[in-house]
């Protein structure tokens, strides 16, 4: 029971620094203070400084890792696939679509972990460690998060698309795509079918 309520509690402080991380990018972006150039150089100083924790205690870095990463994923894991997904995100699409998009991953992905752990029951049909109520209520939270930028019509169907692919564990040669890459990219496009049709 303590174990679990670690993993709880290590899942919600995880998560809430994804939100805050989410919710700062999407304003900057909408501000134009930000854009792919922002994004660029902070991915790679992260993966740099992710590599060199692997070996070496850095100040502030360490303690971040120690306080906020699972401990049997690579240092910043999720950081760095985070902004990797709002990079491509910036690069790829038009900026409503961009911020809808950043939007999506931020809220979809996290409230579907945490309401998950929390008020899950039903095991997901396509993904066994996942739980419908989790899902059901990430494309819920993606698909408001994702309404502030874009229309209801456009974001309710991204976010649950979005969602339901991030479900199967997509794989590409032969290692998983992480959530945090794959929810953006799927999300805008959708919404830029959407816009076409």
């Given amino acids: 029971?303590?174990?679990m309520e670690k993993s709880v509690s290590l899942e919600i402080k995880r998560q809430a620094v994804h939100i805050a991380v989410g919710i700062a990018a999407a304003f900057l972006v909408a501000k134009g203070v930000v854009d792919w150039k922002f994004f660029l150089p902070v991915l790679l100083a992260g993966t740099a400084l992710s590599f060199v924790s692997v070996k070496k205690r850095l100040p502030v870095v360490s303690w971040f890792?120690?306080?906020f990463e699972r401990r049997d994923s690579f240092p910043g894991k999720g950081a760095l696939f985070l902004v990797a997904g709002m990079l491509l995100a910036v690069l790829l699409?038009?900026?409503?679509?961009?911020?809808?998009?950043?939007m999506i991953?931020?809220?979809g992905d996290s409230i579907s972990h945490v309401s998950g752990k929390l008020f899950g029951k039903i095991r997901h049909p396509l993904n066994k460690y996942k739980l419908v109520e989790g899902s059901i209520?990430?494309?819920?939270?993606?698909?408001i998060g994702a309404a502030f930028f874009v229309q209801w019509q456009e974001?309710?169907?991204a976010a649950a698309i979005a969602m339901i692919v991030?479900?199967?564990?997509?794989?590409f040669r032969g290692m998983a795509v992480d959530d945090n890459l794959l929810i953006p990219l799927v999300a805008g496009l959708v919404i830029s079918v959407i816009r076409v049709i």
Avoid: Q
């Fill in 65 to 67: 890792l120690e306080h």
């Fill in 137 to 143: 209520l990430g494309s819920a939270a993606a698909a």
């Fill in 166 to 171: 991030e479900s199967f564990e997509l794989k």
């Fill in 1 to 3: 029971m303590v174990g």
């Fill in 105 to 107: 991953v931020t809220f």
């Fill in 155 to 157: 974001a309710v169907p």
């Fill in 93 to 102: 699409f038009e900026r409503s679509i961009a911020l809808a998009s950043i």
